[in-house]
């Protein structure tokens, strides 16, 4: 047996007494894996020491308010396949997910349908409206949602704060007894990954651009039913083929339209003509049903 | 094609113009190895954020003083590993390699062959001998060698500078012109790696003990020749066989023996009988002779 055999042998060896069977798969599986890459590529010296020092540097990077290491992860493809993985237990007829992205707060501000999550206003206004169903077909009246997004030029509120009031872009709401929901907002626009840190020097020398098209997120709740975390797509923005972290589902891209209804623009403020956005989505329902 | 699949290919794709061809190789190798890693364990989306969470630990518990990047990369094997891939180009007469750890300080203290570098003299004297030759058989006059090692508790100098005097069990020497060296220290002792980190808190949820058998570190070095990294592991310590790092070869264990040799123990200043470890060295002859 080769001397590298021998040693990755002795490795998986050396976690066969991990009490916890999971782990034990785990991280035997980590060490195929990382053993049989390197010794493909034969991996020198030198190279492993740029590795350590790269990873090094992505852990120092994170702060309260920077994840560096789910930055590398989004740009490895990770993340999304995380996502996609752990989708595959569910329904095939539910909306898809895609990643939460670093810009998710805990406490969106409570808002009521109709409102604007929009608060600064300066750009043209665009509806969200949909309906949030089960897999079975019925309306899931008792649903929630969390939305959030980066205005009409990039940003998020909590990047720019002297610019934006905080909460600016977010918003939580339930769903009228027909599951339906329409808010304001301003179409959001394509906007880079944090580019200043290690992830960034990966980007520039491998001389992939750093952008993501532009989106809005959502996370879709209802009782009895699989917490949906996803995007939407705006249909007309550019890369929608190479997202920086690899979101995008062709399920998810949605195009806005000119719509004249008195009674929607009524609902939310605005004059008719507006350009409005259909997101309709579908939970899955648990086995379990428990609300 | 299964959309894990798909989405493989799109990051492979994504580093397509790598402008390093090298770069590229290693990045795509990296994302199948990630992604085949992934899709294989089925990872859910709690264990990508177990992953995350520990990544990021091990990268912030990186200071000045403590690499525990290379600490993780240690207890999986992959340290000892790079240093075979690398050996595997060497001739296989000359002497084995392993890890650098540590504890390797750029600068060792100069010293005279018979001296000490157990500046404490706490404990039993031990007596290393050894001669420094080509692949060729030919001695190497102009070679040197960095040692450093613990004492026989175990520690460091820079670990207990209460305790040790800087450079303590450490020391750089020319070799005599046939190539032979030898001085005084005390045997060292098992020890511990750092189990204050999140490495430590790997080894302990995989139930494996974080100690080193003892062993004495040497950078050896001559003209034309292929600097060598290595270890010699003392015959009688425990842990010989289960190493946390994985660093122990046969061909680097030695024994020591009770010595009467009344010109050696002139030579480092001891009285007969005394302890003596001998520790010959081939170091591999590179083809561009360089002087």
Redesign the interface.
């Given at each position: 047996m080769k001397?590298?055999e021998r040693?990755?042998a002795?490795?998986l060896s050396?976690?066969g007494?991990?009490?916890?069977d999971r782990?034990?798969?785990?991280?035997r599986?980590?060490?195929e894996?990382?053993?049989?890459?390197?010794?493909?590529?034969?991996?020198?010296?030198q190279?492993?020491q740029a590795a350590?020092d790269f990873?090094?540097?992505?852990?120092?990077a994170?702060t309260e308010v920077r994840?560096e290491?789910?930055l590398l992860?989004d740009v490895?493809?990770?993340?999304?396949?995380?996502?996609?993985?752990?989708e595959?237990l569910q329904d095939s007829h539910a909306t898809e997910a895609t990643v939460l992205g670093p810009f998710h707060l805990t406490d969106s501000p409570r808002r009521e349908l109709g409102d604007s999550i929009d608060e600064v206003m300066a750009g043209d206004p665009l509806i969200i409206e949909g309906r949030l169903t089960s897999t079975d077909g019925i309306p899931l009246s008792d649903g929630t949602i969390d939305v959030w997004q980066s205005d009409e030029n990039g940003f998020y509120d909590v990047q720019v704060p002297d610019l934006q009031p905080q909460g600016n872009g977010r918003g939580f709401f339930q769903v009228d007894p027909d599951g339906r929901f329409w808010f304001r907002t301003v179409a959001p626009a394509p906007y880079p990954i944090p580019t200043d840190g290690p992830v960034g020097r990966l980007l520039a020398?491998?001389?992939?651009h750093p952008f993501r098209p532009a989106h809005i997120h959502f996370i879709l709740s209802a009782p009895g039913h699989r917490q949906l975390t996803t995007h939407v797509f705006m249909g007309d923005s550019p890369y929608l083929d190479?997202d920086a972290v690899?979101a995008v589902r062709d399920s998810l891209v949605v195009h806005k339209s000119v719509c004249d209804d008195e009674d929607l623009a009524a609902k939310c403020g605005v004059a008719v003509p507006f350009e409005v956005c259909r997101v309709d989505v579908v939970l899955e329902r648990l086995e379990t049903n428990q609300s």
């Open positions: 001397n590298t040693l990755t002795d490795v050396s976690f007494s991990t009490p916890d782990l034990r798969t785990l991280l599986g980590l060490v894996h990382l053993h049989a890459y390197f010794v493909e590529n034969a991996v020198t010296g190279e492993w350590i990873l090094t540097q992505v852990g120092q994170c994840q290491v789910i992860s490895l493809g990770v993340s999304m396949l995380t996502e996609i993985l752990n595959d020398a491998t001389k992939r190479s690899f």
